[in-house]
C-alpha cells in the first residue's frame, strides 16, 4: 500500500498511490494512515484520485480512518474517479464527507477554514 | 417435457474457480474482467460487474468460509438485459437460510454493513439455495443500455 505524504502547518495530504482499496488491503490501509496521522492535529485530506476500484471494505476502511481522527480533526476526501463516487453515492457515503475534485481544492479549503 | 431453459448452459460463458481469499478474489476480479463477456462492455459497465462479484466473493471468503479454507466457483454469462451469474461454495450456509436484507446502518459512522446494501441495489433477482452442502447464489447485473 503505497500512500504518499505531504505535511503543512494546518494539514496533512495523503495521496494513496494504488489503483485499488480492497479487502486485501484495507486492513493495511487503515493501519498505515493511522501511522501518518498519529499525534498530529491538522486535518487531513485524502487524495483518491489514483483510485480506480474501492469495494465495501475499503469504504469500511476510509470511515475507520474518520473515526480514528475523532470528532475534532476533520477528514476530507478529494479526486473520486467515476467508479469510486458510485459506491459513495450508493451507500450514501457522500453525505458523511466533504468531496472536493481535486487535492489542490482540497487543501486551499482545509488551509483557510 | 423441455427442461426449463437453463442460460449456464450456453458456450459463451465464463467459468472460473478460486480460492476464497481477499487476493484469490481480486486477481480473479482481474481476469474475470478482462476477457469476454465483461471486457466487451462499458467502462461503467465492467465497474459494476467488478464491485458486486467483489462483494459476493468477499462474503464468501469472510463468512462461509470463515472456519475452513476452500473454493468458490464463478460463472458468468451474458444474457438479454445483464449478466447472468451464479456463485457457488461449500462453505457454511447462510445463517437463517436468507439472505441479509441489506439495509444501511443507521450509524452514519458504521465500518461494515455495506455490502449486502450494494449487492441488492445493483443486482436483480437475486436467489440463494442451500443444497447438499453447497451454498448457490444466482442474480442478474442489469445493464440498462445493452
Redesign the interface.
Known amino acids: 500500500m503505497q500512500l504518499q505524504t505531504q505535511t503543512r502547518p494546518k494539514v496533512i495530504s495523503v495521496q494513496v498511490i494504488e489503483d485499488?482499496i480492497?479487502?486485501?488491503t484495507a486492513i493495511q490501509f487503515k493501519e498505515r494512515m493511522r501511522d501518518i496521522t498519529a499525534g498530529g492535529t491538522q486535518r487531513v485530506v485524502l487524495d483518491l484520485a489514483r483510485v480506480q476500484?474501492l469495494?465495501?471494505?475499503g469504504?469500511?476502511?476510509i470511515?475507520?480512518v474518520?473515526?480514528l481522527l475523532g470528532p475534532d480533526r476533520v477528514l476530507e476526501l478529494s479526486g473520486l474517479t467515476?467508479?469510486v463516487e458510485?459506491?459513495f453515492r450508493?451507500?450514501?457515503m457522500d453525505s458523511?464527507f466533504t468531496i472536493h475534485p481535486t487535492l489542490e481544492a482540497a487543501v486551499a479549503h482545509a488551509a483557510s477554514a | 417435457m423441455l427442461p426449463a431453459h437453463d442460460p449456464f448452459a450456453q458456450a459463451d460463458t465464463h467459468d472460473l474457480v478460486l480460492r476464497a481469499d481477499?487476493?484469490s478474489?481480486?486477481s480473479a476480479l482481474q481476469s474475470i474482467t478482462s476477457v469476454p463477456p465483461v471486457s466487451q462492455l462499458t467502462h461503467?459497465q465492467r465497474?459494476t460487474v467488478?464491485?458486486v462479484l467483489?462483494?459476493v466473493l468477499?462474503n464468501v471468503?469472510?463468512h462461509a468460509y470463515a472456519e475452513v479454507a476452500g473454493h468458490v466457483a464463478v460463472t458468468i454469462v451474458l444474457v438479454p438485459g445483464g449478466m447472468a451469474c451464479e456463485v457457488v461454495d461449500e462453505g457454511g450456509a447462510m445463517p437463517g437460510g436468507t439472505l441479509p436484507e441489506g439495509q444501511?446502518p443507521d450509524d452514519?459512522?458504521?465500518?461494515?454493513g455495506?455490502?449486502w446494501?450494494?449487492i441488492r441495489?445493483?443486482t436483480k433477482d437475486l436467489s440463494y439455495r442451500r443444497q447438499r452442502g453447497t451454498n448457490r447464489l444466482n442474480f442478474l447485473i442489469p445493464l440498462s443500455d445493452l
Request: aromatic share 4%; glycine share 6%; proline share 4%.
Open positions: 485499488r480492497d479487502a486485501a476500484f469495494d465495501s471494505s469504504l469500511g476502511a470511515v475507520a474518520k473515526k467515476p467508479t458510485k459506491v450508493l451507500t450514501r458523511v | 481477499p487476493l478474489v481480486r461503467d465497474a467488478e464491485l467483489a462483494e468477499n471468503a469472510e444501511l452514519a459512522l458504521a465500518e461494515g455495506f455490502g446494501h450494494l441495489t445493483l
